[in-house]
């Protein structure tokens, strides 16, 4: 079942923040993060797999709900590079089997 | 270091063409392998994973096929092509005994359908 991605796209200026949102009608056994940049193969950014959950490096950091339900990736002070599309990537159980969202399209501008 | 790669980067085929998707891994045993594809501007489809040589799960009913020859390859096969089967094909690989590892991307392969 295909987890549900929010905002579909965001523009925003350098400096400013963002917030992703992932949601799934069944509790989640972990969720993944991903970037993926015009052309290229997305890369890794985080997993969460305990409710309550929250982590993050540099100016990227995720959390993952009580219920397992939900989770959301925020990018503080964006940068240019920051721009591309994130994914979420969902399991239902400790199977290594990712199903993942539509995707949510960040464009940072000067 | 572990390495995946993929080939071809780019591929052109006509309809009802065959097809032969390669990837392969370095610096790593047993990695647990997988199939995506991605249709212009949408989200990653999981086609086939792989736990092991033999073993491999088909998640989405289609034209294609996979096989895990050896260890570390994964070939994905068409016999004939549809226009429907146009998109960005990406293998991946995670370490094996599955205990919540992120999935590695190679760098794909881009196949239109004409």
């Known amino acids: 079942q295909q987890p549900v991605q929010s905002p579909q796209a965001v523009i925003l200026r350098e400096g400013e923040d963002a917030v992703i949102n992932c949601s799934s009608s069944k509790a989640l056994y972990s969720v993944h993060w991903y970037r993926q940049k015009h052309g290229e193969a997305p890369v890794f950014l985080m997993i969460l797999l305990k409710g309550g959950e929250q982590k993050g490096h540099d100016k990227i950091s995720a959390s993952f709900n009580e219920k397992k339900q939900q989770s959301s990736l925020y990018l503080t002070a964006s940068q240019l590079s920051y721009s591309g599309t994130y994914f979420c990537?969902?399991?239902?159980?400790?199977?290594?089997?990712?199903?993942f969202g539509q995707g949510t399209t960040l464009q940072v501008k000067p | 270091s572990q390495t995946i790669h993929q080939w071809p980067a780019t591929l052109v085929q006509p309809v009802g063409s065959p097809l032969s998707l390669e990837c392969t891994v370095e610096?790593?045993?047993?990695?647990?392998l997988y199939w995506y594809r991605q249709a212009a501007g949408r989200g990653l489809q999981l086609l086939f994973y792989s736990v092991g040589i033999g073993q491999i799960s088909s998640e989405v009913p289609q034209n294609l096929s996979a096989s895990r020859p050896q260890d570390r390859q994964f070939i994905l096969s068409s016999k004939k092509l549809l226009l429907s089967d146009s998109g960005f094909y990406l293998c991946a690989w995670s370490p094996p005994y599955r205990a919540l590892y992120e999935q590695y991307f190679g760098p794909g392969t881009r196949l239109t359908v004409t």
């Open positions: 990537g969902t399991e239902l159980s400790n199977t290594g089997k990712l199903i």
């Open positions: 610096g790593t045993s047993n990695p647990n």
